[in-house]
Nanobody
Framework: QVQLVESGGGLAQAGASLRLSCVLS????????MAWFRQGPGKEREFVAA????????NYALSVKGRFSISRDNAKNTVYLQMNSLKPEDTGVYYC?????????????????WGQGTQVTVSS
């Protein structure tokens, strides 16, 4: 049984930083490609960031390039999303997703498992 649990969301001021965590259970993260998606108020779910099994290949949405970074800690079986220079438009529910395929896709259908999401709210 594969489960993903996100945490680390909350309220932040514009320009501040947050780090989201996603703990994977039921599989080793070392053989899972991981990704983050988000859904803002009144918006469709959109791609944020992804990495392949070892983090050697990454992919970022244009809107977050240079501000966000995806990484992983194999010992903790956890993937992170470091979010810097936050903007109000970053507000939304952030979802963690995984895939057994070694890739870095921005397409949601490429991922097999999803977490329940963690809320991020950025105020101006």
């Amino acid at each position: 049984q594969v489960q993903l649990v996100e945490s680390g969301g909350g309220l932040a001021q514009a320009g501040a930083s947050l780090r989201l965590s996603c703990v994977l259970s039921g599989r080793t993260i070392a053989t899972q490609s991981m990704a983050w998606f988000r859904q803002g108020p009144g918006k469709e779910r959109e791609f944020v960031a992804a990495s392949n099994w070892d983090g050697g290949r990454t992919n970022y949405a244009l809107s977050v390039k240079g501000r966000f970074s995806i990484s992983r800690d194999n010992a903790k079986n956890t993937v992170y999303l470091q979010m810097n220079s936050l903007k109000p438009e970053d507000t939304g529910v952030y979802y963690c997703a995984s895939s057994r395929v070694n890739m870095w896709s921005s397409v949601s259908s490429a991922y097999d498992y999803w977490g329940q999401g963690t809320q991020v709210t950025v105020s101006s």
